[in-house]
């Protein structure tokens, strides 16, 4: 044995496996990290050539699942688990159970009535059960809860995907689903950060603004995006939105000001940032793929998602798109016009919550009865 090796074996064998990992890792892969692809299991072998291609040409590290059901989701992403060199991170919009994007799969209420309940527990059981049957079908991050105050008649996308007009009413809500659901073992993310629900765009199509002051930020949309926090979710989603009292120039996904100076050290978090989709045309009515990406890095967003069922888009996405975002990163990194440290410690913090979800260990999962009489009684007890 080297001296060199004798020295430096005991910090090996101490190391974390987060750690060992990404000390093995060449650019081209931490890159590949960063970056979230959807996959359709009802598409046909062309779209599961462009993940093959995806995988070894840019060393994409975690998923999106879009329309599906639960056979075809599970041999895709047992296939996709197979073929990846690094564990791949599993995320769905779950956020009234798997029937948003899976048919043969039980639906629960909306949050608009889960924030009348009396009973927060109730709630709490719902976040325990979607999170269940998440796993059994191999989702391992909900993208839920939506915890946005529903304060605007006019807002053409919250709605009752919201709990409530209420700030504290929401954030009991929130706290009480990821604690249910992080409870399972799962992941849970707090979306849209610093809040969508006081907007009459919709994100999709256009750049909308949340004209308040900070004293008015503090007062009704931060507050549940905190209490989520303080309750450790561990995933927060930026929003596709303009916030002058923050930054009068960047939405807050390409925001550092908002993500880094608000998000991080105003209000503690310590987890994943993920980016809500770089394809949304309050995004590209004004930016290249290449400057999108560019801006949500350098703002601070740990995961780049990419996401649309819609076969075209799809296609474009993984063959034009995340190619050209993850090149430009590359070249970015390579020339050190980002930091390399910031970037590694973004990496850590996605290997860390593949390590804490047991990735390292096992990529298989355990199907489950996806309708149960509990399940069924649990939502019952909801709708009576």
Not at 204 to 232: K, N
Not at 344 to 363: N, P, Q, T, Y
Request: aromatic letters at 6%.
């Amino acid at each position: 044995m080297s001296f060199l090796l004798s020295l430096l074996l005991p910090w090996i064998l101490l190391a974390s496996w987060e750690e060992n990992t990404l000390t093995e890792m060449t650019l081209e892969e931490k890159v590949g990290q960063l970056f979230v692809a959807p996959a359709c299991p009802l598409r046909g072998e062309d779209h599961w050539q462009d993940w093959e291609t995806l995988l070894t040409t840019c060393h994409v590290g975690n998923v999106i699942v879009k329309q599906a059901d639960p056979k075809s989701q599970v041999k895709m992403l047992r296939s996709f688990q197979s073929r990846s060199k690094l564990p791949l991170l599993v995320m769905a919009d779950y956020e009234w159970g798997l029937a948003m994007t899976m048919t043969e799969v039980m639906e629960f209420p909306r949050n608009a009535v889960l924030g009348q309940l009396e009973d927060v527990e109730l709630i709490s059981q719902v976040g325990q059960e979607i999170a269940r049957q998440a796993r059994g079908v191999g989702v391992h991050l909900n993208l839920a809860p939506v915890v946005d105050v529903n304060n605007n008649p006019l807002n053409p996308i919250i709605k009752t995907r919201s709990f409530g007009s209420d700030p504290k009413r929401v954030a009991d809500c929130a706290a009480a689903w990821i604690r249910g659901f992080q409870g399972m073992g799962l992941l849970a993310c707090a979306k849209h950060f610093p809040g969508h629900g006081d907007t009459r765009v919709d994100s999709h199509v256009g750049l909308p603004t949340i004209p308040h002051s900070l004293e008015r930020l503090g007062q009704v949309e931060l507050p549940p995006f905190q209490r989520a926090i303080d309750e450790g979710v561990e995933v927060v989603m930026t929003g596709h939105l303009l916030v002058p009292a923050l930054d009068s120039e960047w939405p807050a996904t390409l925001s550092r000001v908002c993500l880094q100076g608000v998000l991080r050290e105003k209000m503690g978090f310590r987890g994943l940032i993920i980016s809500d989709a770089l394809n949304m045309k309050a995004l590209t009515n004004q930016y290249t793929p290449e400057k999108i990406a560019y801006k949500a890095r350098e703002a601070g967003c740990d995961l780049l998602l990419y996401g649309m069922h819609i076969a075209p888009v799809v296609d474009e996405l993984m063959r034009e798109q995340i190619p050209r975002a993850y090149n430009a990163l590359l070249t970015a990194y390579k020339a050190e016009k980002l930091p390399l440290n910031e970037l590694d410690e973004a990496v850590l913090r996605i290997l860390k919550a593949k390590e804490k979800l047991g990735l390292h260990k096992s990529r298989d999962f355990t199907e489950v009865a996806l309708f149960t009489p509990e399940a069924e009684n649990l939502k019952l007890l909801i709708i009576k």
